[in-house]
T-cell receptor, first 113, second 113 residues
Framework: NAGVTQTPKFRVLKTGQSMTLLCAQD?????MYWYRQDPGMGLRLIHY???????AKGEVPDGYNVSRLKKQNFLLGLESAAPSQTSVYFC????????????FGQGTRLTVV | QQQVKQSPQSLIVQKGGISIINCAYE??????FPWYQQFPGKGPALLIA?????SEKKEGRFTISFNKSAKQFSLHIMDSQPGDSATYFC????????????FGAGTTVTVRA
């Protein structure tokens, strides 16, 4: 049982480049989330999804897009990377209707130079 | 602005001592208060959680104390062990708001042997 798997684990981008972060969960969870973690700021919600085909904005959505074409996958896209997007990105998933434990992936460390 | 304020930013405790981390919130609609533990290079993992109808919850050496009127909650780690050295995040969410977690800034706990 892999839980929540994030790909890639590390990436260095040049300013203006684009990339997609992939999150896959094998727990049949309805809800999926993308957070970014920065020193002294905890984790901040970027976008989330409450089911296949749905997405919604979180606290810091600017510069990011997401898609949930399949229930088990949640993709986070950066169309034109900026140094301010240097961060550690975490994907999480949770049970239907939420309210229960959110399971987190191992994170993707992204550096934009 | 962060909806959940956490303190201290870091603390050092001797093995066998008590670690105390405090959090405060303003939004009285929050109805779920989890604590997450994160080791370096890993994603956060749920440690213990409480709902506002309970004033205290204990699981092993970890206890949450909840003060609804003061809008504060805290994590106590009793008999701290070197293996407890990690970053701890308090969080809060609202059942009717898709259970999106609002995190505190985190506390790095170092337990000295």
């Amino acid at each position: 049982n892999a839980g929540v798997t994030q790909t890639p684990k590390f990436r260095v981008l040049k300013t203006g480049q684009s990339m997609t972060l992939l999150c896959a969960q094998d727990m049949n969870h309805e809800y999926m989330y993308w957070y970014r973690q920065d020193p002294g700021m905890g984790l901040r919600l970027i976008h989330y999804s409450v089911g296949e085909g749905t997405t919604a904005k979180g606290e810091v959505p600017d510069g990011y897009n997401v898609s949930r074409l399949k229930k088990q996958n949640f993709l986070l896209g950066l169309e034109s990377a900026a140094p301010s997007q240097t961060s550690v990105y975490f994907c999480a998933s949770s049970y239907p209707a939420g309210g229960k434990e959110a399971f987190f992936g191992q994170g993707t460390r992204l550096t934009v130079v | 602005q962060q909806q959940v304020k956490q303190s201290p930013q870091s603390l050092i405790v001797q093995k066998g001592g008590i670690s105390i981390i405090n959090c405060a919130y303003e939004n009285t609609a929050f109805d779920y208060f989890p604590w997450y533990q994160q080791f370096p290079g890993k994603g956060p993992a749920l440690l213990i959680a409480i709902r506002p109808d309970v004033s205290e919850k204990k699981e092993g050496r970890f206890t949450i104390s909840f003060n609804k009127s003061a809008k504060q909650f805290s994590l106590h780690i009793m008999d701290s062990q070197p293996g407890d050295s990690a970053t701890y995040f308090c969080a809060a969410s609202i059942r009717s708001n898709d259970y999106k977690l609002s995190f505190g800034a985190g506390t790095t706990v170092t337990v000295r042997a």
